[in-house]
């Protein structure tokens, strides 16, 4: 089974910010610009949600308006999609074909190449755990992980330092081309004060 890596750039702390924001117009623009992919995912997960799921809109609002959550666990991931909605909306979507679809441990396979690089301020592989917000109960899947502005920051000047050592080690040629997307992804948040990147797994 292969995994999907879905990143943006954004402002991490704004887009935590609207969980609970009780938002109501943002709720309404979503719901009258993307009600067709909101029936899509609801297709899609019609059978969760014969059994209780919310729907997609029906998580959102939740998400937006920072609860109540069901108490079911089964039902935590529709608040996990919720949230990456908001990125999707809010964020630009970066880049992502070296990584979907993906088998296996490619994402630490990539954080290695990182490492090799001497970039250790941030890792692809923790775009799969769950760092979703509080209030949001704890899901699998998506997972979803940050790069603060801060950790980016840090890993650029971590590549810089490689650069100026000149220090090249050898890669696999998909590895590379993997590890700079993920230098591309750090270079965009360099003009953008406060900005990083957001990543789910699904």
Known sequence: MSSALSVYLLDPAATRALVGSRDDQLLEVIRDSFGDQLAHDDDWFRHEIEKGAPTAYEALRTVVHGGPFSEDEQHAFQY??????????????????????????????????????????????????????????????????????????????????????????????????????????LRLTESRPGFGVIGFVS
Not at 118 to 138: M, R
Not at 148 to 159: H, K, R, S, Y
Not at 176 to 183: G, S
Request: proline content about 8%; some cysteine.
């Open 80 to 185: 996990g999609y919720a949230y990456k909605r908001l990125c999707e909306l809010t964020g630009s979507f970066l880049d992502n074909s070296c990584f979907t679809p993906h088998r296996g441990d490619w994402l630490s396979v990539v954080d290695k190449g990182l490492t090799e690089l001497g970039i250790t301020a941030v890792s692809v592989a923790e775009f799969g755990y769950c760092g979703l917000p509080n209030p949001l109960p704890w899901t699998y899947m998506p997972g979803c992980g940050v790069w603060t502005p801060e950790q980016c920051a840090q890993a650029l000047e971590q590549f810089e330092e490689t650069k100026r050592k000149g220090h090249a080690p050898p890669l696999e040629p998909e590895v590379v081309d993997a590890v700079f997307d993920c230098i591309g992804w």
